[in-house]
């Protein structure tokens, strides 16, 4: 600034250099600018309109990359000044969040609920590894729309302590303990003591080696035929199961086979 008296001096705009070779189109300046009005951009002395690239904070990105040359890439800083681009509301989106990167000291305590996460949108990849813990979540908020379908793999499940896995066989017993959730929380198997079942022979007939039985009734030996007759008597046998355990004919004998003759009275 000059003032009556005072020679007039200058100060040179802040100027970032750089060579291009025809591949790199990303740059890293100095500074932060505030926006494309803040800078002006030369190309081996060509000015480049703020169309032919983009800034994102500190680095530059052009549409397509400056040609070979050495020094031949100049950026000027128009003010001393600088700001930190600030992203407006609701423009970060899962894809600008590098994966990994929210953990749970970036969030406020207990300040995440349902009301603050889309429908899905809880991903495995976007949280840091066991960087989220019951400190970070409102109680009771977090529910199953709010998580990803086939999101949670194996690796994030508290182990129930239950050996993986085929319980039960053809001489063992699975004995499962099961909690409120339907989960299985511990399995073993307990050895089938005796396979054998046995019959009462009167009854019942049973394979002594296996111990099979076989249902249906034993035999009594008691030969199918119709018992009793004009000359005869049927001589049966019933056992204590009312079943017939012998049967046969027996001949009728001492009695008249004569006709018998009937004289009505008062005739």
């Keep these: 600034m000059s003032v009556i008296g005072n020679s007039?001096?200058?100060?040179?705009?802040?100027?970032?250099?750089f060579s291009g070779n025809a591949s790199t189109v990303n740059f890293t300046l100095t500074r932060a600018p505030a926006g494309t009005a803040?800078?002006?951009?030369?190309?081996?002395g060509v000015y480049q309109a703020p169309t032919a690239y983009s800034l994102?904070?500190?680095?530059?990105?052009f549409g397509s990359a400056p040609a070979t040359g050495t020094n031949n890439l100049v950026l000027l800083h128009l003010g001393n000044g600088s700001a930190?681009?600030?992203?407006?509301?609701?423009?970060?989106?899962t894809p600008r969040i590098a994966d990994g990167a929210v953990t749970g000291v970036k969030l406020g305590?207990?300040?995440?609920?349902?009301?603050?996460?889309?429908?899905?949108?809880?991903?495995?990849?976007?949280?840091?590894?066991?960087?989220?813990?019951?400190?970070?979540?409102v109680d009771a908020t977090i529910t199953g729309a709010k998580i990803a379908s086939n999101?949670?793999?194996?690796?994030?499940?508290?182990?129930?302590?239950?050996?993986?896995?085929?319980?039960?066989s053809?001489?063992?017993?699975?004995?499962?303990?099961?909690?409120?959730?339907?989960?299985?929380?511990?399995?073993?198997?307990?050895?089938?003591?005796?396979?054998?079942?046995?019959?009462?022979?009167?009854?019942?007939?049973?394979?002594?080696?296996?111990g099979n039985v076989l249902i249906g009734l034993a035999n009594t030996a008691v030969v199918a035929s119709t018992y009793g007759g004009a000359t005869n008597v049927a001589s049966i046998i019933v056992d204590?199961?009312?079943?017939?355990?012998?049967?046969?004919?027996?001949?009728?004998?001492?009695?008249?086979?004569?006709?018998?003759?009937?004289?009505?009275?008062?005739s």
């Design 240 to 266: 204590q199961f009312g079943r017939i355990t012998s049967a046969s004919n027996v001949a009728v004998s001492g009695i008249d086979a004569h006709p018998f003759i009937f004289t009505a009275l008062g």
């Design 38 to 44: 803040s800078i002006a951009v030369f190309i081996s």
């Design 170 to 210: 053809s001489s063992a017993i699975p004995i499962l303990v099961i909690d409120a959730q339907g989960r299985v929380l511990s399995a073993s198997n307990t050895s089938v003591t005796s396979t054998s079942v046995f019959a009462n022979s009167s009854q019942l007939t049973a394979n002594s080696s296996s």
């Design 84 to 93: 930190t681009p600030v992203p407006s509301d609701g423009s970060v989106t």
């Design 109 to 137: 305590l207990t300040a995440i609920n349902a009301n603050n996460i889309v429908d899905g949108a809880v991903t495995g990849v976007k949280l840091g590894l066991t960087s989220i813990n019951a400190n970070n979540i």
């Design 56 to 61: 994102i904070g500190d680095v530059i990105t």
């Design 8 to 17: 007039v001096q200058s100060v040179p705009f802040i100027t970032d250099t």
């Design 151 to 168: 999101t949670i793999q194996s690796g994030n499940l508290t182990t129930t302590g239950v050996s993986a896995g085929t319980h039960g």
